[in-house]
């Protein structure tokens, strides 16, 4: 288990902040959007300016919020493209981004950017799609961030811990909208043998 409440929570705000860059990725179910409201939570009691974004495409529950899976809701704005952050996040001292691994690579540019200029940013994303490759800019901002939470779900199968994002549909596209009906956690010894894949 991780533990995330020691050091990435203090609300301490110096008069010239120093920028930090943090990524909570992890399989479908592992609990990313859950972490990444509680951080943000807590900057907001702490009176820090918050701003949270997420790409305009996903738009599985709601438009204008990040909505985690028990529907603990923070408001968010979707947008197109990761440029329109630097742009819309001007005041923030905190920004969150949400499905990270929708965006373009952009994102990764962008979020360092921002770290550099004083701001906290912590994102959450998706490490690997359901081949298992990994997903969008979230591996190259792995690479560049101060701190990498990698979470877990439970395997469905045996209680394991599970890494993987098992997709029950037939379909070949990476990217495929509506989660809990299409996909469940595996551990790797239960996904390999639902895909076929033993060695
Ligand atoms: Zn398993």
């Known amino acids: ?32 959007t859950e972490e990444l409201l509680r951080r943000l939570r807590r900057a907001k009691f702490a009176k820090q300016q918050v701003e949270i974004f997420k790409p305009a495409m996903d738009t599985r529950y709601s438009a204008a919020e990040v909505v985690s899976h028990d529907r603990n809701t923070i408001l968010s704005t979707p ?8 742009l819309l996040s001007s005041e923030a001292e905190v920004v969150g981004i949400d499905e990270a691994q929708f965006f ?3 994102l ?33 901002l792995c690479a ?13 199968e045996c209680g ?3 890494n993987y994002s098992h997709r029950l549909v037939e379909n070949d596209k990476q990217v495929l909208l509506g989660e809990t009906e299409e996909y469940r956690p595996l551990c790797r010894r239960c996904y390999l043998q639902a895909t076929g894949k033993h060695r």
Request: with cysteine; charged share 25%.
């Open 144 to 156: 560049v961030a101060d701190d990498v939470t990698k979470v877990h779900a439970i395997c469905v």
């Open 104 to 106: 373009d690579q952009g």
């Open 108 to 140: 990764v540019e962008v979020c360092l950017q921002l770290a550099d200029q004083g701001t906290r940013v912590i994102v959450a994303g998706l490490d690997m799609d359901f081949k298992r490759n990994p997903f969008g800019p979230i591996p190259a």
């Open 1 to 32: 288990m991780y533990d995330a409440s020691s050091f990435h929570d203090n609300p301490r705000r110096d008069s010239q902040q120093v920028g930090r860059l943090e990524v909570i990725c992890g399989s479908m179910f592992s609990g990313k």
């Open 79 to 86: 947008v197109e493209h990761s440029s329109n952050i630097l």
């Open 160 to 162: 394991r811990l599970a």
